[in-house]
């Protein structure tokens, strides 16, 4: 679609149409310095280190029975097995964290907390030797426990999983949720899960606000859970985004796109879209233990929030990107350097782009205000990009006017249309030769010398600009 516009006053209104487990995560850190330069790598390319902190309830209500013995020698049991089964797991750090076990309740005391491993490779049988030798004594302070975990992982890049394994609420006045919540806002964990070890319903609802919540009811789906934790925390989850054209087809490509943690907004990912050497969207190795809000940075940008990955499966994310080009073009030789263009959406004051003529650009199918930074500016509504299709705007030749004066004064030009003057541009008052680049119309200069004090002493002079004209006006 081509639209030309021949002279300025045809641009009037125009429209053109073209407890036992709660899991807390940190950030994951992708980019790496070379070279002076930040490079975004693939995630296949990127070994991270996976750190888990298993932060572990000793406390009195652990001496309970659950089916075949006391709840803490099941939870050593299946954890000491689990810890068995990491063994081969690589790039792979845990650490252990204890409450509960320092001090005999009563009196409470709720800062029983102490980080008894810290992280290492190849330190399974230390953390099991710590296990077996525990025995339960004091209270459940689980919010200080859980903000003093979060000072546990080494400051190096990795994924930092918190598991927490508990059988009780908070007993010390704290407040996990709110722990929980302000550490992902602060981008050091994720939204975690929370699996209740036979938790009455009333003590559910007070972990609805950490996290997901799972319960384990007895000692086989505690185990499940367990390993279902494990293998989302180790194994690797793929997703494609398809940018959808207008005939729903993913053919839209080659467009930066940003995934956010949906909790705390932080940056998670960032990907310029691609498609393979088969023509299809690009895979991504992406963390499957965040929800996300993805923005892809169209012009306007569109954007898919609250996308979940189902871990160990391939998961596609459709999002609506249905494209077209706009060209702004002058009608042939222009005097002018480097003139821009403010494109809007239509009825939308907000500025999206910043357009230079001789030049295309893309946008989301839709109409578009266009405002270009002409003298005098130009106003094309209503004009419509189309999927696929370049939508070509052209606007009329300008010309040039010379204002020559005998001395440094005061002046303006206006353009003057249908009985009107509009300012179009104030003259340098300390210049007596300025050259004014024009849209075609007819205009009237007023100047007053600068050392004349008396409006009588004004000077008007009338001028036609005609496209790819240059005319001098004396004033004087």
């Known amino acids: 679609m081509r639209i030309t516009f021949p002279f300025y ?18 950030g994951l850190l992708t980019t790496a310095p070379a070279q002076g330069q930040t490079r975004q790598k693939p995630a296949d390319e990127t070994v991270t280190t996976t750190r888990i902190l298993f932060l572990f309830d000793a406390s009195q209500s652990m001496y309970g029975r659950w089916q075949s013995g006391i709840k803490i020698d099941v939870a050593k049991k299946m954890l000491s097995e689990l810890l068995d089964s990491l063994k081969k797991a690589e790039n792979v750090e845990l650490a252990l964290r204890v409450y509960g076990h320092l001090k005999k309740y009563p009196p409470q005391d709720c800062d029983d907390t102490r980080l008894e491993v810290p992280f290492g490779k190849a330190n399974h049988d230390q953390i099991k030797r710590v296990l077996n030798n525990l025995t339960p004594k004091g209270t459940t302070p689980i919010a200080s426990s859980l903000e003093a975990s979060g000072g546990d992982f080494p400051a190096t890049p990795a994924r930092n999983i918190i598991i927490l394994i508990t059988d ?7 407040d996990p949720c709110a722990v929980s919540q302000a550490l992902q806002k602060r981008g050091i964990i994720l939204k975690p899960f929370v699996i209740g070890m036979g938790l009455d319903e009333s003590y559910m609802r007070t972990f609805e606000c950490v996290g997901n919540y799972y319960d384990a009811t007895n000692e086989t789906t505690f185990k499940t859970v367990l390993n279902i934790v494990i293998s989302q925390a ?30 705390s907004k932080n940056i998670r990912y960032n990907f310029i879209h691609t498609m393979n050497h088969r023509g299809n969207p690009d895979t991504l190795k992406i963390d499957p233990l965040s929800t996300y809000d993805i923005t892809v940075h169209t012009i306007p940008p569109v954007s898919a929030s609250g996308v979940k990955l189902t871990p160990g499966k391939h998961t596609i ?18 005097d002018y350097r480097k003139l821009q263009c403010i494109v809007r959406r239509s009825t939308d004051m907000n500025t999206l782009y910043v357009q230079e003529f001789n030049n295309t650009n893309k946008y989301i199918s839709g109409k578009y205000d266009l405002e270009v930074l002409s003298l005098p500016r130009i106003h094309i509504r209503d004009v419509e990009v189309s999927q696929s299709k370049t939508t070509t705007v052209q606007i009329p030749q300008p010309g040039m006017v010379t204002f020559l004066t005998n001395s440094a004064g005061y002046g303006s030009v206006l353009l003057e249309e249908d009985n009107k003057l509009a300012l179009v541009v104030n003259l340098n008052e300390t210049l007596t030769k300025e050259t004014v680049v024009l849209q075609p119309g007819n205009y009237r200069v007023e100047y007053r010398p600068r050392n004349s004090k008396d409006s009588v002493y004004t000077i008007e002079k009338k001028f036609r600009i005609v496209s790819g004209s240059s005319i001098v006006v004396n004033i004087n």
């Not at 006053?9 to 940190?26: D, E, G, M, S, Y």
């Not at 009780?168 to 704290?174: I, K, Y």
Request: net charge negative; hydrophobic share 40%; aromatic share 10%.
């Open 9 to 26: 006053f045809q641009f009037k209104n125009l429209r053109a149409t073209a407890c036992v487990v709660l899991i807390l995560l940190a």
């Open 234 to 263: 180790l194994n690797s989850t793929t997703a494609q985004v398809n940018l959808l054209d207008a005939n729903n087809n993913p053919t839209e490509t080659n467009v930066n796109m940003t995934f956010y943690d949906s909790f």
């Open 317 to 334: 994310i459709p999002i609506d990107a249905s494209q077209g080009y706009l060209k702004l073009v002058f009608d042939g030789i222009s």
């Open 168 to 174: 009780g609420v908070e007993e010390c006045n704290g």
